[in-house]
């Protein structure tokens, strides 16, 4: 980053708030590990300044950009070219601007997908609960349809939410979908993998989990939290308790960002850089040090 020069490419990150992401990092470290001219820098929109935001960021011929909360659904409207992705998940996480175009990407389930292979987790012909019902677990449901579960059963405070959700899915794939409350999906044994997409049991909220009941993890193979602070939530503690496998969050945070930084550079990170970064991005993340 101290060799910013004439020919340096800017990267951003738009979002409200920005100032804990770990993204710099990350894309900062990818590019000192490439020895790629790019640097990436927190851009914080504040309400009402989005359409403006992006247009002077074509205008700036900044390369491209992530799109963080509140905006990545908010954004839609100001892209041109929508991948098909992004449009089923319906949500834009990064953006690649290219004469004046911008393309919209969703590298989130990407991100999720490369996390739970590496893990050893898959999908294929599989029982599949998501815990939530919002924007994480619409991509965590695509993901899992295109990987072509056997079932995905969506269990969520507001049942209509998960409704809407079952629908959306339906609308683009043929996959069994069951809706359920919390109070029933405590007596399920027959589920492979639940992943939990809700913030409950995120820092500083540690000590609550959306789920505790023994007979349901009894039953479960693998346990994925999409939190990644704190390392073990409560729900990954309860499972890896009755022996479960369980993976967080981290992965999938450092895969989607890993997708994005390939696409605005048109590149293939190789499996050796990508471990590496991996360990250093964990230990930065971990060692209390930041
Ligand atoms: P994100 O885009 O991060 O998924 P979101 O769209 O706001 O965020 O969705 C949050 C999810 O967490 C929802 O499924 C929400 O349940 P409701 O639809 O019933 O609101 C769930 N959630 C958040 N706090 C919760 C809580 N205290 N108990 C149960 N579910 C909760």
């Known amino acids: 980053m101290n060799n910013i020069n004439g020919k340096t490419k800017t990267i951003g990150l738009i979002g409200n708030p920005v100032e804990h992401t770990l993204s710099p990092f990350i894309h900062n470290m990818l590019a000192e590990k490439m020895k790629l001219n790019t640097v990436y820098v927190p851009f914080h929109v504040k309400n009402g300044n989005l359409k403006e935001a992006i247009s002077g960021a074509s205008a700036l011929g900044i390369l ?5 909360v509140p905006y990545k659904v908010d954004v839609m409207p100001y892209i041109d070219e ?32 490369t996390s739970c292979k590496r893990a050893g987790i898959s999908l294929m012909n ?17 993901m899992c349809a295109e990987e072509k579960a056997k079932k995905i059963i969506i269990v969520n405070r507001t049942v209509e939410k998960a409704q809407e959700l079952k629908l959306a899915i339906l609308n683009y794939f043929n996959i069994e979908i069951q809706v359920l409350g919390y109070d029933a999906i405590k007596s399920q044994s027959e589920v492979d993998v639940c992943f ?19 007979n349901f993890f009894k039953g479960l193979r693998w346990a994925v939290d999409i939190i990644y602070n704190p390392s073990e939530t409560k ?6 308790a009755s022996g479960v496998s369980i993976l967080n969050g981290l992965g ?6 890993v997708k994005a930084y390939e696409i605005w550079n048109d590149i293939e990170i190789p499996d050796a850089i990508l471990e590496e970064c991996l360990n250093q991005f964990t230990d930065y993340v971990y ?3 930041r």
């Not at 491209?64 to 963080?68: A, K, L």
């Not at 599989?126 to 695509?142: E, F, M, N, P």
């Not at 999938?252 to 960002?257: P, R, S």
């Open 64 to 68: 491209g950009t992530n799109v963080t």
């Open 126 to 142: 599989k029982t599949i609960c998501i815990l939530g019902a919002g924007g994480a677990a619409r991509s965590v449901a695509v």
């Open 235 to 240: 729900f990954l503690s309860l499972a890896k």
């Open 287 to 289: 060692s209390k040090k």
């Open 252 to 257: 999938m945070l450092y895969f989607q960002a």
């Open 196 to 214: 939990q997409t809700t913030s409950i049991g995120m820092y500083p909220n540690s000590d609550v989990t959306p789920i505790d009941d023994e």
């Open 82 to 113: 929508l991948q098909e992705r992004a449009k089923i998940i319906d949500a834009v996480n990064t953006i690649k601007f290219i004469n004046g175009r911008r393309y919209g990407y969703n590298t989130d389930a990407d991100g999720l997908l």
